[in-house]
């Protein structure tokens, strides 16, 4: 639930967060700020830490072969 709440939010309040875990305000509030997310105290909303996207570009031969062909196609 916490990565779903990471993706679909920028700030969220806290009691919604609590909700959501399934925790209380105050457990929920130092589980997120843990995984650092920022607490405004003033309007008791939270400000998610977006988790970065680790992205694997993988290396097919045979799409290799393809570019290789097609670029020297084009130079000639």
Known sequence: MFQLLQSAYST???QDTAL??????ENATNYVIQQGWILDPASQ???????????????????LQ????????LEH
């Open 66 to 73: 393809n570019l290789t062909e097609y670029v020297f196609y």
């Open 20 to 25: 959501f875990l399934g925790m209380s305000e």
């Open 45 to 63: 909303m939270l400000t998610v830490k977006k988790q970065q996207i680790v992205k694997e570009q993988k290396l097919d031969p045979s799409k």
């Open 12 to 14: 969220i309040s806290i």
